[in-house]
């Protein structure tokens, strides 16, 4: 959803259905036979693309993935791009917070302005991950 505002998304015109009917729809490939809580990711590309992802676990607990993560594998392959609006579901239809893994995750490919639908309501990625690590920090060094 590139505009004229820097390429952030305008929060009123997100759509957040389709986003929602996505999230639902990558839930219900979840491997999740350890923690039986599927989770599926979907956002909004900036340049209108819908890319989500679902929760792979593994025997080896601590390697499983979140939804964010096979999300972004996916944004990767699909074109790539930045993100505008996230929504993130479980088996219930109920809104889940990303991890704090994920929010670093989904920081990486944020678009300016990016918002998620959360617990709390619509939230600023700047908002659930305050003062975050990203690219422009490996940059001071050299
Ligand atoms: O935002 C979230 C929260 C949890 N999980 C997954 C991780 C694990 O497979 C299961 C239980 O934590 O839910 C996600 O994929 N995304
Ligand atoms: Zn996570």
């Not at 929760?55 to 499983?64: D, F, I, Q, R, T």
């Amino acid at each position: 959803m590139a505009d004229s505002n820097g390429g952030a998304a305008d929060v009123g015109e997100i759509d957040w259905e389709p986003l929602a009917a996505a999230a639902h729809e990558a839930m219900l490939h979840a491997y999740a036979p350890y923690s039986r809580f599927p989770v599926g990711a979907a956002a909004l590309t900036e340049d209108g693309r819908i890319v989500s992802g679902t929760n792979v676990e593994n025997a080896s607990y601590g390697l499983s993935l979140c939804a964010e993560c096979t999300m972004v594998g996916n944004l990767q392959m699909t074109g790539g791009g930045r993100l505008s609006a996230f929504y993130c579901v479980n088996s219930a239809g109920a809104v889940l917070m990303p991890c704090g893994r994920c929010r670093q995750l989904l920081y990486e490919f944020a678009a300016p302005g990016m918002v998620l639908m959360t617990t709390t309501g619509i939230r600023a990625m700047d908002d659930v991950l305050p003062d975050a690590f990203g690219p422009q920090h490996l940059e001071e060094i050299s």
